[in-house]
């Protein structure tokens, strides 16, 4: 039997005119929740329309996406109407959307708004606990997939922008059912350890779905209570998740995350330069300005003729200096006249001349001054101290 071989173009080409002939599939509105979308910058829309049993990629161009009087957003409820075809060269299946109405929102979207709303009721999004990033940081953390092009983005602007900066990678997942606590487990590394001044926390774009773990509530708190500040960089520009409302600054992109926390070493350098030629003026106009002022107080009369100047300084110097000299020697003798005569009071109540006059001074054997015959007994050594020395004697008799 010969063989009828049919090229893959054909195949493809054969397909799309059966769907285009099909009355039902030319004219078509579906239900289901936007999934998967984004807005390219030429204004077509891509998203992926799904129900719990299903799902379709759609796309619907610039033309009709500015009828839309909404933003088309992840887990919205819609019902779209277009037709379905496919699109030869790659020969994949897709509706051509040209009208969209909201049907409602979806369950993951409504999740997302009570969280939002609750943790916003508690404080957690208010400005006032918001972490000042530091402006030059000197060691950067980032928590992310190690493989993910997140990752490497952010490598790439650090790289351009200052590679002095020490940067400490926390690898987690980034979606699924473990990204949640790997998330919490490096944030909370990371503030135990203390080795960064800011911490990068984030992935790239994807649905609301693969971005879910960045809404849960436990990592919301989580990051709340970082002594760390926390850059969150989560998807795209368009993407918004918990952890961006809680944490202190948002970024629309890992890359734009990078470009705020790494500061630019040449701008940071030019600066410098700046200030160096700022202070350089500074000083050398001051130093101009004293120049000036002292060849003006130089250009003055009395400097003309220093020499008399400095010599008439000098001769009032010298009768100063004489005054002086003459003022500190009449206190000394006053001051020493003084003393000689207190000197000679003291002496008149020296017990030593009382001893010159024949009396004695009598002690107990511990020092204690005896002036009674009641304070020894019998037996004690006294000490009987004489103009030129001590006796050493024992009580033999008292009368």
Not at 165 to 185: C, D, F, K, R
Not at 348 to 374: A, Q
Request: aromatic fraction near 10%; include cysteine.
């Amino acid at each position: 039997m010969k063989r009828k071989i049919v090229a893959v173009s054909e195949i493809n080409r054969y397909v799309s005119r059966l769907l285009e002939e099909d009355y039902l599939l030319s004219d078509v509105w579906l239900s289901g929740e936007v999934s998967n979308c984004k807005y390219h910058q030429s204004g077509h829309i891509y998203f992926t329309i799904k129900d719990p049993f299903g799902s379709l990629n759609a796309v619907m161009f610039a033309k009709d996406a500015a009828t839309l009087d909404f933003i088309l957003k992840e887990g919205l409820k819609v019902y779209v109407r277009g037709r379905i075809a496919l699109y030869e060269k790659t020969g994949q299946f897709q509706c051509y959307v040209w009208e969209i109405e909201k049907q409602g929102q979806g369950t993951l979207y409504e999740q997302f708004e009570r969280l939002k709303g609750k943790l916003s009721d508690e404080g957690l999004f208010d400005p006032h606990y918001k972490k000042a990033i530091p402006t030059y940081p000197s060691k950067v953390g980032i928590i992310t997939s190690a493989t993910g092009a997140a990752i490497q983005d952010i490598l790439n602007v650090a790289k351009r922008r200052n590679n002095a900066i020490p940067l400490y990678i926390y690898p987690t997942h980034v979606q699924g059912e473990y990204a949640t606590l790997e998330l919490i487990a490096a944030i909370e590394r990371a503030n135990k350890e203390k080795l960064v001044d800011v911490l990068i926390v984030g992935r790239g774009g994807g649905s609301i779905e693969d971005l879910w773990c960045f809404n849960d509530e436990r990592l919301a708190r989580c990051i709340f209570a970082s002594e760390i500040p926390i850059v969150s960089a989560v998807g795209h520009e368009i993407d918004f998740t918990i952890s961006d409302f809680v944490s202190d600054l948002r970024a629309p992109t890992p890359s734009a995350a990078a470009e705020l926390v790494i500061p630019d070493k040449e701008a940071y350098l030019m600066k410098l330069e700046r200030s160096r030629s700022l202070l350089k003026h500074h000083v050398e106009k001051h130093l101009q300005d004293e120049k000036i002022r002292l060849e003006r107080l130089l250009s003055r009369p009395v400097y003309k003729n220093k020499e008399k100047y400095f010599a008439d300084l000098r001769i009032t110097l010298d009768y100063k200096v004489e005054a002086l000299t003459k003022g500190f020697e009449k206190k000394l003798a006053t001051y020493n006249t003084t003393l000689n005569t207190r000197i000679g009071q003291l002496e008149k109540l020296s017990p030593l001349l009382t001893l010159k006059r024949g009396y004695s001074f009598t002690t107990t054997e511990n020092g204690k001054v005896l002036t009674s015959i009641e304070q020894v007994e019998i037996g004690n050594a006294i000490h009987v101290e004489v103009t030129d020395g001590v006796l050493y004697a024992k009580v033999e008799k008292k009368g």
